[in-house]
């Protein structure tokens, strides 16, 4: 197998094209999962496919999700909502029983149900792992 190494400051592809190509890896990752007959291996797969939904949520907003990580020091966060932090949950519980939880903590990055397409509520929560 060839490994391919990346550069953060390497982006070639539009942000679309990095979700077209997620989306591939996502059905291929599931493909291989299912036949190791571990469930919580093949859960990782709904990890994936939410974090998918909320890159390209934000990317509609104008957020893009490619530099929104912890290396590059220069990104903006992402916005997230209370249902995909409860779905969230349900996946990482099952993976991992109750040793990880992903809690609200005040922050201006929580969508909040009534805000789905306006990221302006600083009085919202975020989502941060603990």
């Given at each position: 197998m060839r490994i391919i190494r990346h550069k953060p400051e390497e982006i070639t592809l539009t942000p679309e094209e990095s979700?077209?190509?997620?989306?591939?890896?996502?059905?291929?990752?599931?493909?291989?999962?299912?036949?190791?007959?571990?469930h919580a291996f093949i859960e990782f797969t709904g990890l994936m496919n939410e974090y998918i939904k909320i890159c390209e949520r934000n990317l509609k907003q104008g957020?893009?999700?490619?530099?929104?990580?912890?290396?590059?020091?220069?990104?903006?966060?992402?916005?997230?909502?209370?249902?995909?932090?409860d779905y969230l949950n349900e996946k990482l519980h099952c993976i991992f029983q109750e040793l990880i939880v992903i809690?609200?903590?005040?922050?201006?990055?929580?969508?909040g149900e009534d805000k789905l397409d306006k990221f302006e509520d600083p009085e919202k929560k975020c989502a941060t792992l603990t």
């Open positions: 979700l077209d190509k997620m989306r591939v890896a996502s059905g291929t990752f599931y493909n291989m999962a299912i036949r190791t007959n571990c957020i893009d999700f490619r530099d929104s990580n912890a290396h590059t020091g220069k990104s903006q966060q992402m916005k997230i909502d209370s249902y995909e932090i809690e609200q903590k005040s922050f201006d990055n929580y969508i």
